[in-house]
Antibody, heavy 127, light 113 residues
Framework: EVQLLESGGGLVQPGGSLRLSCAASGFAFSSSAMNWVRQAPGKGLEWVSA????????FYADSVKGRFTISRDTSKNTLYLQMNSLRAEDTAMYYC????????????????????WGQGTLVTVSS | DIVMTQSPDSLAVSLGERATINCRSS????????????LAWYQQKPGQPPKLLFYWASTRESGVPDRFSGSGSGTDFTLTISRLQAEDVAVYYC?????????FGQGTRVEIK
């Protein structure tokens, strides 16, 4: 059974940092691209970032580029999102989401959909 | 970015009746080289993460009841629930993965009349 368990959310002041983690199990972690997708309270879904199965390719939404860094540790089956220079508009539930394919990207960007999602971790940016 | 627009924003349907949700993309998401529409549908129940229903516009994810169907091509897509059940109350989202960044529709809330 595929399981994705996020952690690391919380309350942080504007300009602060947080590191989210997503522990994965039940599938070949290194074979799947992984993503972070967020949802502001009462709002819709926004793709944030993706990383290839090997970790060699990373992709970001323009809204977080230069502030967020996605990474993965295949030895720990864990996905990370380092979030710096946080803003009020980053307040959201952050979901870890798995791409069913090992590919789905090229030199221009990432083109994935998501077959499994974690329960999410809430990030609140407020003073 | 490709803009995904769903209609209606919400709808109320009687149990056992049909619910139809539309999704339109600002440009075609049909890739001519493989004739596939890069369009997915998700269901999000209150307090839960989204759940994949369809990919490639009409390929049903394993375990999704066959009262759900996905159709359409190019820029216009439809999610149909043929006989609404109480457990289908949720917000439904379409997503294009034809171009980066992938983008979602604003969501359609389905309720029981």
């Amino acid at each position: 059974e595929v399981q994705l368990l996020e952690s690391g959310g919380g309350l942080v002041q504007p300009g602060g940092s947080l590191r989210l983690s997503c522990a994965a199990s039940g599938f070949a972690f290194s074979s799947s691209a992984m993503n972070w997708v967020r949802q502001a309270p009462g709002k819709g879904l926004e793709w944030v970032s993706a990383i290839s199965g090997s970790g060699g390719s990373t992709f970001y939404a323009d809204s977080v580029k230069g502030r967020f860094t996605i990474s993965r540790d295949t030895s720990k089956n864990t996905l990370y999102l380092q979030m710096n220079s946080l803003r009020a508009e980053d307040t959201a539930m952050y979901y870890c989401a798995k791409d069913p394919r090992s590919g789905g990207y090229d030199s221009r960007g990432y083109y994935g959909y998501f077959d499994y999602w974690g329960q999410g971790t809430l990030v609140t940016v407020s003073s | 970015d490709i803009v995904m627009t769903q209609s209606p924003d919400s709808l109320a349907v009687s149990l056992g009746e049909r619910a139809t949700i539309n999704c339109r993309s600002s440009q075609s998401v049909l890739y001519s080289s493989n004739n596939k529409n890069y369009l997915a549908w998700y269901q999000q129940k209150p307090g839960q993460p989204p759940k994949l229903l369809f990919y490639w516009a009409s390929t049903r994810e394993s375990g999704v009841p066959d009262r759900f169907s996905g159709s359409g091509s190019g820029t216009d897509f439809t999610l149909t629930i043929s006989r609404l059940q109480a457990e289908d109350v949720a917000v439904y989202y379409c997503q294009q993965y034809y171009a980066t960044p992938g983008t979602f529709g604003q969501g359609t809330r389905v309720e029981i009349k």
